[in-house]
């Protein structure tokens, strides 16, 4: 009788398994996009050699005279640590035991343990995909790398950019006659008079920002007239952020009183940033902050992976360095197998003066 229960029922089952921001096929991280270069090496840190300077005009002399002298200063060299992070699971004797969801009750022994160590893997891979797309935003935003241990638990290892301080402003939504476009503006104008980059001007938005651009009644006339323009230059030259998983774009739009058009996108993986098991869900993009940067310039911004400790398939340890290294060990007593999870890494802003952030103070909603 168990026997003709267990037929029925696998004729019958279908398995269904989903996993929240598993990276799409065809499709790129936020990290990937806001980064556009990657450097990898086995050893321990990052050396940035950085020069950042306005060369001042060339000037004309009189017959006679001496060439002008023209004063130099190198740049600064500055180490960076890249921050470490290991993971690891025990596939204990009673997962091995255990009915597994997706693989037959009549299946091998060895295609339960495949089915587990699989699972275990993707769930290894998104934390660490997820991770990288919040560290990526955080650093537009905060103008810091911060790594964050247990429960969000700073480590002690952030490396501040130095943001200069009329890049991090504030804008008051509650006050009388306050509106998106001044918001935009004064935020476009802080990132404008420290050169930044006019072209590809993007503007990510929290979700506070996009209600207010989305019901103010100046975009909405402004929108209206423009659509079809949009969706013809859409087609004919999409702009780069189209596979960017999770990054949409609200509008593309002529800040009043400025000359070049920006792009509002705004940010929703399929699920929210969690940080802890049991912990509370987060919004990877701040409901009520606004970055400013432009999409030309992330080719200047840096995805650092650095070399981690691994053991081969001969358990000898080796150098190895990657968006993720897995690896595994035995545990004899019990008999127990461990996969484990590293990387090491810091995402470097070389001129982090090229990104701006606004912090809105919002209604109260009733």
């Known amino acids: ?138 650093v537009i935003r905060t103008g810091k790398f911060t790594p964050l241990g247990i429960g969000g638990v700073d480590i002690g290892e952030e490396i501040d950019f130095s943001r200069d301080a009329s890049l991090d402003i504030t804008y008051d939504f509650t006050a009388s006659g306050a509106t998106i476009g001044e918001a935009l503006f004064d935020l476009y104008t802080a990132y404008i008079g420290m050169n930044g980059n006019p072209d590809a001007i993007c503007i990510l938005c929290g979700t506070d920002w996009i209600k207010k651009f989305q019901t103010d009644a100046d975009v909405l006339e402004y929108m209206k007239a423009n659509t079809a323009n949009v969706l013809v230059e859409q087609s004919i030259n999409p702009p780069s952020f189209v596979n960017v998983q999770g990054l949409y774009q609200v509008a593309k739009y002529l800040i009043p009183g400025t000359l070049t058009p920006v792009y509002i996108l705004g940010y929703k993986p399929r699920y929210k940033f969690l940080r802890t098991d049991g912990g509370t869900e987060e919004e990877f993009m701040p409901t ?28 000898k340890r080796v150098r190895t360095v990657g968006e993720i290294v897995f690896d595994g060990f035995t545990e004899k007593d019990p008999v127990s197998d461990v996969l484990r999870s590293q990387t090491r890494y810091s995402f470097i802003a070389n001129d982090i003066n090229e990104t701006g952030r606004s912090t809105g103070t919002f209604p109260t909603e009733s």
């Not at 400013?292 to 358990?315: C, E, H, P, W, Y």
């Open 288 to 315: 009520d902050e606004a970055v400013i940067f432009s999409s030309n310039d992330n080719i200047a911004r840096t995805r650092v992976f650095r070399g981690v400790n691994a053991l081969s398939d001969g358990g």
């Open 1 to 138: 009788m168990i026997g003709a229960l267990d037929l029925f029922t696998r004729t019958v089952k279908k398995y269904y398994e989903k996993y929240g921001n598993m990276l799409e096929a065809g499709k790129q991280g936020i990290d990937t996009f806001l980064f556009g270069t990657d450097d990898l090496d086995t050893v321990a840190n990052f050396t940035l050699d950085k020069l950042v300077v306005n060369p001042q005009a060339v000037s004309f002399r009189k017959r006679g005279e001496q060439a002008h002298v023209r004063p130099y200063e190198p740049g600064v060299g500055t180490v960076y640590p890249a921050s470490y992070i290991a993971e690891k699971t025990t596939i204990t004797e009673d997962m091995l035991d255990s009915v597994v969801a997706g693989v037959e009750s009549t299946s091998g022994f060895s295609a339960h343990e495949t089915k587990i160590i699989s699972d275990i893997m993707k769930h290894h891979t998104i934390g660490h995909l997820v991770t990288r797309w919040k560290n990526a935003i955080d």
